[in-house]
C-alpha cells in the first residue's frame, strides 16, 4: 500500500497534517496525489511511438529493430523498456516462417521406381533411351519449360528448354 493511499484511509480518524508530519510528507504532495486519482495518466510519447512502429512493420519487429527505429525518431529508450511496454499491451512479433524446403515425400512406405538402366548397354545414338524424373502435364497443343522435370533423351541432340509432352505417360 502507497503512503497516500494510507493517508487517505486514515484522514477520516486523523488530520492529514498530522499523518504528513508523522510520515514526513508535505500536505500538498498529498492533495496532488487525490487530485490527480481521478485522471488518466497520459502515455509517454515514446510508448505511443514504440506501437505505432510495431505496428507500421506489420507486427514483425522485435524489441532490437524498434529500439533502432524509436531511437531515430528521438526517443532515448531502451530494448528492455521497449520489451515490457510489449508485453504490457499484449504484442509479441511474428516470427517468420521457416526457409526449409519441404519438397521430399517423407512416407517410408513409397518405394522408389527401380533403375531399369542397370546392367544395359550405353546408347550409342539420340533417342534410344528416354529418361524423366516425373510425369508433368502439359495442356494439349502447348510446351513447358521445366529442365529435370520432362522426360527426356539420355543422348539428345536438341537440348532446348521446352519439349512437346503427350497427354498421358505411356507404362510398360
Known amino acids: 500500500m502507497s503512503t497516500y493511499r494510507y493517508i487517505a484511509q ?32 497520459p502515455e509517454p510519447a515514446w510508448q505511443l511511438a514504440v506501437r505505432q512502429a510495431f505496428v507500421r512493420h506489420s507486427q514483425r519487429y522485435g524489441t532490437r529493430r524498434l529500439r533502432a527505429e524509436v531511437q531515430a ?7 528492455w523498456r521497449i520489451r515490457r511496454v510489449l508485453h504490457a499491451h499484449g504484442l509479441r512479433a511474428q516470427q517468420p516462417r521457416s526457409f526449409v524446403p519441404r519438397t521430399t515425400d517423407s512416407d517410408p512406405a513409397v518405394r522408389a521406381a527401380p533403375n531399369r538402366l542397370l546392367g544395359q548397354p550405353a546408347p550409342t545414338a539420340p533417342n534410344q533411351v528416354w529418361v524423366g524424373s516425373r510425369h508433368v502435364p502439359a495442356p ?29 505417360p505411356k507404362t510398360s
Not at 18 to 25: D, E, G, M, N
Not at 73 to 79: F, K, M, P, Q, S
Open 73 to 79: 525518431e528521438g526517443h532515448g529508450v531502451g530494448r
Open 10 to 41: 486514515c484522514q477520516v480518524r486523523v488530520p492529514v497534517r498530522q499523518l504528513c508530519r508523522v510520515l514526513h510528507i508535505a500536505p500538498s504532495a498529498h492533495y496532488a496525489w487525490c487530485r490527480r486519482q481521478g485522471q488518466p495518466v
Open 140 to 168: 494439349p497443343g502447348r510446351r513447358l519449360a521445366l529442365p529435370g522435370r520432362v522426360a527426356r533423351p539420355l543422348l539428345a541432340q536438341n537440348r532446348g528448354l521446352g519439349r512437346a509432352l503427350s497427354p498421358c
